[in-house]
């Protein structure tokens, strides 16, 4: 991600803050106009070009969703396009993460970090479905009408919204990496840290309260678990968070060991 597109990001999240309104049908709004931008060459060249005046970028926004959205979606769209994007690629990404961010908001009660990983480790388990999401050749609504059938009942609108509306368009991404992204930043909305916990069999409640405040506490900031089961990992736990690994794990330290001896 360039410097610009960074400063972009924040200013855009920043926007989130100040407008009223936000809810659903924002996020769904805000979807849509990642996939009509991402899929005409011509318009996401006229938003995301730079060096066109911040009034052309604008009025581009009201001439051709100013009638479609709502007046929060036209808001945050047009203080999109006032910001300096690295490439007409990181808009669609900038206009995505809004949507996301948008639909963590519209449902505070509702744990979309916790659903969103519970699904891609459904995914990640089903090589069929897995094939069936991310196949270039099946149909992008065929694609989301599936998903909103395997979480109806079992996730929250907002998660559903955001892994219907990725998968429908993942531009040339890979979907586990669609709904990880997603993951992170939805937690970052809620002033969360992700960590990603691999232990060999499920862990307990006290245990989950123990190791997350004990993490929260190492990072500053309030961190949300996701656990794998693992059964190679024998015992302890293998934590990540974002580029950092805490392996504690029993299966770590007998490879530590078997490397002593071997050496």
Do not use: C
Request: proline fraction near 2%.
């Amino acid at each position: 991600m360039g410097s610009a597109t960074t400063q972009a990001v924040t200013a855009t999240t920043a926007a989130l803050g100040v407008t009223s309104g936000i809810d659903l049908d924002v996020a769904r709004e805000l979807f849509a106009v990642a996939r009509a931008v991402s899929d005409s060459s011509h318009l996401s060249g006229a938003l995301a070009d730079s060096a066109a005046p911040v009034q052309a970028r604008r009025q581009v926004v009201t001439d051709v969703f100013g009638k479609a959205v709502s007046p929060a979606t036209a808001s945050l769209l047009t203080t999109a396009v006032e910001q300096r994007w690295s490439s007409a690629a990181d808009l669609v990404d900038g206009i995505e993460e809004l949507a996301v961010r948008a639909a963590a908001i519209s449902d505070p009660a509702a744990d979309v970090e916790a659903e969103l990983f519970a699904f891609s480790r459904t995914v990640a388990g089903n090589a069929e479905l897995e094939l069936a999401l991310g196949s270039r050749r099946g149909d992008s609504s065929s694609k989301a009408a599936l998903v909103e059938s395997l979480l109806k009942g079992r996730a929250s609108e907002a998660t559903t919204l955001i892994a219907a509306s990725l998968i429908r368009h993942p531009r040339e991404r890979r979907v586990r990496q669609i709904l990880s992204r997603a993951t992170k930043v939805v937690a970052d909305q809620r002033g969360r840290t992700v960590a990603t916990v691999v232990a060999a069999a499920p862990l307990s409640s006290a245990q989950i309260e123990r190791l997350t405040a004990a993490l929260s506490k190492r990072y500053g900031s309030q961190v949300s678990i996701n656990t794998v089961v693992d059964p190679s990992v024998v015992g302890g736990v293998r934590v990540q968070i974002a580029d950092d690994v805490i392996d504690a794990s029993v299966s770590a330290r007998l490879a530590d060991l078997r490397q002593r001896l071997a050496g």
